[in-house]
């Protein structure tokens, strides 16, 4: 019962469930690279590594940020804060899912295994981004940009225009919902120095700056769904998440940011799972 509460409680960590952003563009990648006939093995271990390093990269987040963590009232109840976990516990758990995303891409290919370190390098690198640059929603978007390259080269190690266009597309998109997300902080973050796009800019700023990204996202999204010859099913379930994105604006303004985090996970979470579904159904019809 103790090792099922501290797997229930790192889940609760490693927010388990925003595995939702990043899986679906993964699948699209290796799906592409298929043409729709991946098989079970990669598509298994594929997801073992996906969960492996997003848990890696949002323990690695929590552990780095626990001096700001402890400070910030949105943030009093995540475990490393109240002791639920310690960061032995949480050291621990981030070797074991290094090595499991490293045993997972030596499983896939060899283009994999030479660039998992790399990319655990780059998720560890993103958590210090918010104290020197601006720039760190990107950073973060870039991260999770390379679950559809990560897709793609588990079944085709070799780099292509449509995983390249879909990296451009998740950066964008994440970047764009992640200065949404930082509007929460705005106080916090000028208060303890760190660089954000709503702390160093305004709000006023990051709001069309935010759409801005989301623009071209939904550019790079069409072009990498074209590119890889996806057609009319497609295209159609794009119109749909590019108007989703646009509403998702509608819902935030400079003076109510009472409705950030139903822009934040529920749209994004139902743009991610609608834009992997059109992609699969026109590859397969």
């Known amino acids: 019962m103790k090792l099922l509460k501290k797997i229930v409680v790192l889940s609760r960590m490693v927010k388990i469930e925003h595995s939702i952003f990043a899986l679906p563009f993964a699948y699209i990648g290796l799906f592409l690279a298929a043409h729709g006939r991946p ?19 949002m323990g690695f987040n929590r552990l780095a940020d626990l001096p700001y963590d402890r400070e910030n009232p949105r943030t ?9 976990l310690t960061t032995t516990e949480t050291r621990l758990f981030l070797a074991a899912t290094g090595l499991i995303f490293i045993a997972a891409c030596w499983a896939l290919n060899t283009a994999c295994l030479v660039l998992s370190v790399p990319a655990l390098a780059l998720c560890a690198f993103y ?19 390379l679950a559809p390259v990560a897709g793609w080269l588990a079944f085709d190690p070799t780099l292509t225009m449509s995983a390249a266009l879909f990296f451009l597309g998740v950066t964008f998109w994440v970047a764009g919902f992640d200065i949404l997300y930082a509007c929460q902080d705005l106080d916090f973050d000028l208060d ?4 954000s796009i709503p702390a160093k800019l305004g709000i006023e700023t990051a709001l069309p700056l935010s759409s801005f990204c989301h623009v071209n996202a939904s550019i790079f999204f069409l072009l990498g769904g074209l590119t890889a010859g996806l057609g009319w099913i497609y295209i159609l379930v794009w119109t749909g998440i590019s108007i989703v994105l646009a509403l998702e604006h509608r819902l935030i303004s400079a003076n109510d940011m009472s409705r950030v985090n139903m822009a934040f996970f529920t749209l994004n979470g139902f743009i991610a799972l609608a834009l992997f579904a059109g992609a699969l159904a026109d590859v397969f019809l």
């Open 39 to 57: 098989g079970w093995r990669p598509l298994l271990v594929l997801t073992l590594a996906m969960v492996a390093v997003r848990s890696f990269a």
């Open 76 to 84: 009093k109840d995540r475990p490393l804060v109240t002791g639920e």
């Open 127 to 145: 958590s210090y981004t918010k104290r020197f640059t601006i720039l760190c929603h990107f950073f973060l978007g870039a991260v999770l940009g």
């Open 192 to 195: 303890m120095a760190l660089h």
